[in-house]
């Protein structure tokens, strides 16, 4: 029976040192889940306050947007108003004086100073003089027949147009020969 009984017990040990074995196993698969459980939350986390952090830049700039348009108006506004001073000026001195050569200066220099603000203020008009038809930029309101030399071209501008930078912003009204 010594032989059984070795036999036995070295059965008996086997199976603890498997059991052995496979509890540290089971401890760091629990580990391993604890651990991935963490990272998870702290990656939701930081998903989270990433998240709040763009919707709060978003909101900061889109009212920096609303800010800077509403300033941009003001800024134009204000270095208006000396051209409505010369115009008041103006109206004053057609009623008090008879020279109408001094009154026919004075609105012509407030015309140039208005020219020099839009100047500044990059708009310009559009070309119309002896300029191919381009409905880009202009806006045919009649046609006239002028000869096969004018056929496509700009014969009269009826409106001027104006461009913001490259932008259009109003269509130069023009006679078009045909």
């Known amino acids: ?12 040990l086997e199976t603890q040192e498997s059991q052995e074995s496979q ?16 990272r998870i939350e702290e990656l939701e986390d930081k ?7 763009f919707d709060n830049y978003r909101r900061r700039t889109n009212k920096e947007k609303l800010e800077l348009m509403a ?4 800024r134009i506004f204000k270095e208006m108003l000396p051209l409505i001073d010369d115009f008041e000026r ?3 001195a057609m009623d008090k004086t008879d020279d109408i050569n001094a009154v026919r200066e004075g609105i012509r220099l407030i015309q140039q100073k208005f020219l020099s603000f839009l100047d500044k203020q990059d ?15 202009h806006e ?7 000869g096969e030399d004018k056929k496509g071209k700009v014969i009269d501008c009826t409106q001027k147009g104006y461009k913001l ?9 023009v006679v078009v020969g045909e």
């Open 1 to 12: 029976m010594s032989k059984e009984n070795e036999e036995i017990k070295d059965e008996t």
């Open 23 to 38: 509890e540290p196993t089971e401890q760091t698969a629990e580990e391993q889940l604890a651990e991935a459980q963490e």
């Open 47 to 53: 998903n989270l306050r990433m998240m709040a952090e």
């Open 71 to 74: 300033t941009a108006g003001e």
């Open 90 to 92: 103006a109206t004053d």
């Open 123 to 137: 708009v310009h008009a559009i070309e119309t003089e002896d300029a191919d038809f381009n409905t880009d930029e």
């Open 140 to 146: 045919a309101v009649t046609t006239f027949a002028a």
């Open 165 to 173: 930078g490259e932008k259009v912003i109003r269509f130069a009204k």
